[in-house]
């Protein structure tokens, strides 16, 4: 099993920029692939950005160019990284970390390739 927590979510203006994280905890070695994905209201849930094996990328087209993935691990933790900037308020949602153990060059941002997905980090960006 794995647990995935997400923090650094919070309220900006527009043009501001947050850096949320999500640090997953138990079976790591499940966590091969994982994604950012995020769902506004009365909206569908979106991917934003993945990330996998030697740190290949994905990104939403919305967010290309604005936001940026990384990863931290070592044998004890890993930690999934969304440095977000230029925020829009179009980019305001509920934020979540997912994860799967498939090895994806780059991972793919649809949710049904994830297994494992954390509770949710707020985002909000006023104009």
């Known amino acids: 099993q794995v647990q995935l927590m997400e923090s650094g979510g919070g309220s900006v203006q527009s043009g501001g920029s947050l850096r949320l994280s999500c640090a997953a905890s138990?079976?790591?070695?499940?966590?091969?692939?994982m994604a950012w994905f995020r769902r506004a209201p009365e909206k569908e849930r979106e991917g934003v950005a993945a990330?996998?094996?030697?740190?290949?990328?994905?990104?939403a087209d919305s967010v290309r160019g604005r936001f940026i993935a990384a990863q931290d691990s070592d044998s004890a933790k890993k930690i999934l990284f969304l440095q977000m900037n230029n925020l829009k308020p179009e980019d305001t949602g509920m934020y979540y970390c997912?994860?799967?153990?498939?090895?994806?060059?780059?991972?793919?941002?649809?949710?049904?390739?994830?297994?494992?997905w954390g509770q949710g980090t707020q985002v909000t960006v006023s104009s």
């Open positions: 997912a994860a799967s153990p498939s090895r994806w060059f780059p991972p793919p941002l649809a949710a049904t390739a994830y297994e494992y």
């Open positions: 990330i996998g094996p030697l740190n290949s990328t994905r990104y």
């Open positions: 138990g079976n790591t070695g499940s966590t091969n692939s």
